[in-house]
T-cell receptor
């Protein structure tokens, strides 16, 4: 049982490049989400999904796309990277709220130059 | 508005002191959940506790305790006899619901430094 797995752990991109941050969970969780963490800002929700085929925007969705074709995977796509997207990205998953807390991945540190 | 406020940006204590981290929340939901997470210097987020709005009992887990008061919309976290390993950023979070979906809203965190 690996929990929530994020890859890569570190990434440097040039402005304008695109990439996909991977997130996978093996706990059969319905709910998955992506957050970004910036100094002094806490964690802010980018996108989330309540099940396969269902996604919705969070607080800071601009510049990011998501899809949820399977229960296990929830990739985050940066379409055209900008320096403002330099951040640490966390993926989280949970069952319905009545069955516990949210499990977070170990994070991806992204730098856009 | 639904939000979480952690007014203490940074706290520094000496080992063995008790320390309380404050969390105040706002929500329109009648049923809601509150969380505390720990983020040590290594960067991962560690789940500490979940509390639902209809259970106002305080909780103790070893040196950690949580005081939930609906009357003041607060969910404070106390570490007794702090240790250097408690040094971390601590986040309070509120699960909010909207149109059948759910979101976790975080405070900005309190950085705790425990000095030997």
């Amino acid at each position: 049982n690996a929990g929530v797995t994020q890859t890569p752990k570190f990434q440097v991109l040039k402005t304008g490049q695109s990439m996909t941050l991977q997130c996978a969970q093996d706990m059969n969780h319905e709910y998955m989400s992506w957050y970004r963490q910036d100094p002094g800002m806490g964690l802010r929700l980018i996108h989330y999904s309540v099940g396969a085929g269902i996604t919705d925007q969070g607080e800071v969705p601009n510049g990011y796309n998501v899809s949820r074709s399977t229960t296990e995977d929830f990739p985050l796509r940066l379409l055209s990277a900008a320096p403002s997207q330099t951040s640490v990205y966390f993926c989280a998953s949970s069952y319905s709220i009545n069955r516990g807390g949210y499990t977070f991945g170990s994070g991806t540190r992204l730098t856009v130059v | 508005a639904q939000k979480v406020t952690q007014a203490q940006t940074e706290i520094s204590v000496v080992e063995k002191e008790d320390v309380t981290l404050d969390c105040v929340y706002e929500t329109r939901d009648t049923t809601y959940y509150l969380f505390w997470y720990k983020q040590p210097p290594s960067g991962e987020l560690v789940f500490l506790i979940r509390r639902n709005s209809f259970d106002e009992q305080n909780e103790i887990s070893g040196r950690y305790s949580w005081n939930f008061q609906k009357s003041t919309s607060s969910f404070n976290f106390t570490i007794t006899a702090s240790q250097v390993v408690d040094s971390a950023v601590y986040f309070c979070a509120l699960r909010m619901t909207q149109g059948g979906s759910e979101k976790l809203v975080f405070g900005k965190g309190t950085k705790l430094t425990v000095n030997p």
